[in-house]
């Protein structure tokens, strides 16, 4: 668990800096003041937190405050994670296991968000764990697409179901469910073409692919995630809407947080959709994909250790 954590830890530093940092230490063992408070208010509205989570950090540090003048950083960081974990509390996605073979995940999302690579990072995470699994290539629209996910299952030793590109990207999902129904395979993750969420026709090209599938199991996909760059902040909660509307999303995965101090975004989608996280995307090797959890997650953005 103390490895997880750093893994947390190091990929959100750079929104934990928003926050703390740019109030000159503001979690330390140094009393507070007002000003420091409206500093902390701006800090966590750029780090994309949203107004209704923002606002009630910054009233339960006040009325705090108010109370104690010498409340010191430490303090206020404590009081700032307990809020969030309250505001949090049941956003943990957890993939149970299932009887039903194969499970299928269906990732979905924007092109760049970091479909493929979080195909293969899955699948990885998922063999190692002790799951048999199956990858279909089902973005056949992409250039080279077919080629970087193979790349990655050549790596990773992980079988793959592919077609050339510019194939019916149903229809290779279609495959990939076959073999792995015939293989006895407990997983099947589909790496699905970029659509951008404002053009209806891509998106209901998403829609083909969920008809088919249920031709095999009417239940399927089982998970449909979507794969969110979290470099792109509240800007991602119109982007979930529209996938949800479309193809009516489980859960979500979001990406590249190494890279952004916008981190704070994936509170205000889970405000606004209730959609659980299942997994956090720190880096580009295979174990940067790392199972979301709540308390890392906050100790993490808050600066804390315990």
Not at 73 to 96: D, H, K, M, P
Not at 247 to 252: A, E, K, M, V
Request: contains cysteine.
């Amino acid at each position: 668990m103390f490895g997880l954590f750093k893994k947390f830890k190091a990929g959100l530093t750079k929104t934990a800096q928003k926050i703390a940092a740019s109030v000159g230490g503001l979690f330390g063992q140094k009393p507070i003041d007002a000003a420091t408070l409206d500093q902390l208010e701006e800090a966590l509205y750029g780090a994309d937190f949203g107004v209704e989570t923002t606002t009630e950090i910054l009233g339960e540090i006040r009325a705090a405050y108010k109370k104690d003048k010498a409340l010191h950083g430490r303090e206020a960081a404590a009081i700032g994670a307990a809020v969030l974990r309250r505001v949090l509390a049941g956003s943990e996605g957890v993939l149970a296991p299932s009887a039903t073979k194969p499970v299928v995940i269906a990732l979905i999302g924007v092109n760049g968000s970091g479909k493929t690579t979080t195909c293969a990072k899955l699948a990885w995470r998922l063999k190692q764990d002790g799951a048999s699994v199956t990858v279909g290539a089902c973005d056949t629209f992409r250039a080279a697409a077919n080629e970087q996910l193979r790349a990655w299952c050549d790596r990773l030793e992980l079988e793959l179901v592919a077609s050339q590109q510019g194939a019916d990207s149903a229809a290779v999902a279609f495959d990939a469910m076959q073999a792995a129904k015939s293989r006895g395979r407990d997983y099947l993750i589909l790496d699905t073409a970029g659509r951008l969420h404002t053009k209806s026709n891509l998106m209901e090209e998403l829609a083909k692919v969920r008809r088919v599938l249920q031709k095999h199991d009417a239940t399927a996909p089982h998970h449909s995630w979507l794969v969110l760059d979290g470099s792109h902040g509240a800007n991602a909660i119109e982007q979930a809407k529209e996938f949800h509307r479309i193809f009516g999303l489980t859960g979500l995965v979001v990406t590249k947080l190494d890279g952004t101090a916008r981190g704070g975004a994936l509170v205000g989608i889970y405000r606004q959709l209730k959609l659980p996280v299942y997994f956090l995307g720190f880096g580009e090797q295979p174990d940067d994909l790392q199972p979301y959890s709540v308390d890392n997650y906050v100790k993490a953005v808050f600066g804390l250790d315990s």
